[in-house]
């Protein structure tokens, strides 16, 4: 069975720094694009960056641009996500997600939500 886990959300002050982690098992990663998304309260969830198979492509949402890196290791099967400088509009709860089988960061992007695999999530809180 396919599990995905996140890690590394914590409450931080504004203009801090945080790594997430996503951890696979019953899955290879090495093949498939993957993304973070996230959802604020009272808010519907949102794309923030996506990674294709080998880690060389990367997009991001504007909010995102210039402050958070994608990255990937396919060795340990995982991928990451820092985030640096952050606000408090960035207080979300933070998922990772694989596609099923695309190998594109536009996998992620177009792809509708049953076409990925999805964490439990990670909250991140920013404090002011």
């Known amino acids: 069975q396919v599990r995905l886990e996140e890690s590394g959300g914590a409450v931080v002050t504004a203009g801090g720094s945080l790594r997430l982690s996503c951890s696979a098992s019953g899955m290879t990663l090495s093949n498939i694009a993957m993304g973070w998304f996230r959802q604020a309260p009272g808010k519907e969830r949102e794309f923030v960056a996506a990674?294709?198979?080998?880690?060389?492509?990367?997009y991001y949402a504007d909010s995102a641009k210039g402050r958070f890196t994608i990255s990937r290791d396919n060795a340990k099967n995982t991928m990451y996500m820092q985030m640096d400088s952050l606000k408090p509009e960035d207080t979300a709860i933070y998922f990772c997600?694989?596609?099923?089988?695309?190998?594109?960061?536009?996998?992620?992007?177009?792809?509708?939500?049953?076409?990925?695999?999805w964490g439990q999530g990670t909250q991140v809180t920013v404090s002011s």
């Open positions: 997600a694989a596609h099923r089988s695309g190998h594109t960061f536009g996998d992620i992007v177009q792809a509708p939500p049953e076409n990925l695999n």
């Open positions: 990674i294709n198979w080998s880690g060389h492509s990367t």
